[in-house]
T-cell receptor, first 113, second 110 residues
Framework: DTGVSQDPRHKITKRGQNVTFRCDPI?????LYWYRQTLGQGPEFLTY????????KSRLLSDRFSAERPKGSFSTLEIQRTEQGDSAMYLC???????????FGPGTRLTVT | GQSLEQPSEVTAVEGAIVQINCTYQ??????LSWYQQHDGGAPTFLSY????GLEETGRFSSFLSRSDSYGYLLLQELQMKDSASYFC???????????FGSGTQLTVLP
């Protein structure tokens, strides 16, 4: 099937290390979003791509976070010099430009020790 | 900025009807969405309202009043599998990125 996939599903890292997550959206979807979710909260918007262009980033997003979507297909989210506060579920979603429904992947759970 | 308020918990019995309210304050508004999330699962889309009124999709309905900055999700004929977290979310911009509420944990009792 062709839902949104994310890799890895779980990542445990030590504070100060860099981590990279991958998201493969539904193939015909132009828009790709990254969100972060902590326990008991709703997902928090991080950044958004339309095709390969990163069009918006949350003002709350630290400079340690960077995302790419080369060729408008899969996307990567990198966190440099991880901190314990980065521990969360990182969710990717995709949608059509004209659509209002976002399809979420299963997420990558990051634990920073 | 954006803020959304919804009850943290709701409990109901199988077969009942439950309404989850959501009030919002946003600097821009393109629509109100509702998502369901089971424990350990991904959020899944339930409904979307861009205009005032009621949208019905099977057992679920969603309502929006733009003048009151208010919406609700109505779940009918509750089933045990409806036990989950329900999030309202607004699209404050044309890019449709979502700002989510903190979620309502619905527990359906037998």
């Amino acid at each position: 099937d062709t839902g949104v996939s994310q890799d890895p599903r779980h990542k445990i890292t030590k504070r100060g290390q860099n981590v990279t997550f991958r998201c493969d959206p539904i193939s015909e979807h132009n828009r790709l979003y990254w969100y972060r979710q902590t326990l008991g909260q709703g997902p928090e918007f991080l950044t958004y791509f339309q095709n390969e262009a990163q069009l918006e980033k949350s003002r709350l997003l630290s400079d340690r976070f960077s995302a790419e979507r080369p060729k408008g297909s899969f996307s990567t989210l990198e966190i440099q010099r991880t901190e314990q506060g980065d521990s969360a579920m990182y969710l990717c979603a995709s949608s059509l430009v004209q659509g209002h429904e976002q399809y979420f992947g299963p997420g990558t759970r990051l634990t920073v020790t | 900025g954006q803020s959304l308020e919804q009850p943290s918990e709701v409990t109901a019995v199988e077969g009942a009807i439950v309404q989850i309210n959501c009030t919002y304050q946003t600097s821009g508004f393109y629509g109100l969405s509702w998502y369901q999330q089971h424990d350990g699962g991904a959020p899944t889309f339930l409904s979307y309202n861009a205009l005032d009124g009621l949208e019905e999709t099977g057992r679920f309905s969603s309502f929006l009043s733009r003048s009151d900055s208010y919406g609700y999700l109505l779940l009918q004929e509750l089933q045990m599998k409806d036990s989950a977290s329900y999030f309202c979310a607004v699209s404050p911009g044309s890019a449709r990125q979502l700002t989510f509420g903190s979620g309502t944990q619905l527990t359906v009792l037998p």
